[in-house]
């Protein structure tokens, strides 16, 4: 079974950083993972992507976090990191990871915990 083992949230001042992590593990069925990412889902809305990355390395960002944060990945070791810079408040929620892969002829989603990132002004 597919885990998603997330850290690194936190509490930080604005203009601050912290880096996230998740490993997946329980990969033994998977064929591949294709993509790997990082979502939040702020209080009474839709969860929302902030950075998504490719097997072969292409990077998708949201604009809000462009140029901000920084989403790379260890395939050796199945493993998203999500380095984020300057941070405000309005980044404050939580942030899921996410990742597809692929078994048999089919595509597979699945979802981290969650973990709390929060921005004092």
């Known amino acids: 079974q597919v885990r998603l083992v997330e850290s690194g949230g936190g509490l930080v001042q604005a203009g601050g950083s912290l880096r996230l992590s998740c490993t997946a593990t329980?990969?033994?069925?998977?064929?591949?993972?294709?993509?790997m990412g990082w979502y939040r889902q702020p209080p009474g809305k839709q969860r929302e992507l902030v950075a998504i990355i490719y097997s072969g390395g292409k990077t998708i960002y949201a604009d809000s976090v462009k140029g901000r944060f920084t989403i790379s990945r260890d395939n050796a070791k199945n493993t998203v990191y999500l380095q984020m810079n300057s941070l405000k408040p309005e980044d404050t929620t939580v942030y899921f990871c996410?990742?597809?892969?692929?078994?048999?002829?089919?595509?597979?989603?699945?979802w981290g915990q969650g973990t709390q990132v929060t921005v004092s002004s």
């Open positions: 329980g990969t033994g069925s998977i064929d591949s993972i294709n993509v």
């Open positions: 996410g990742l597809i892969a692929a078994m048999g002829n089919r595509d597979y989603q699945y």
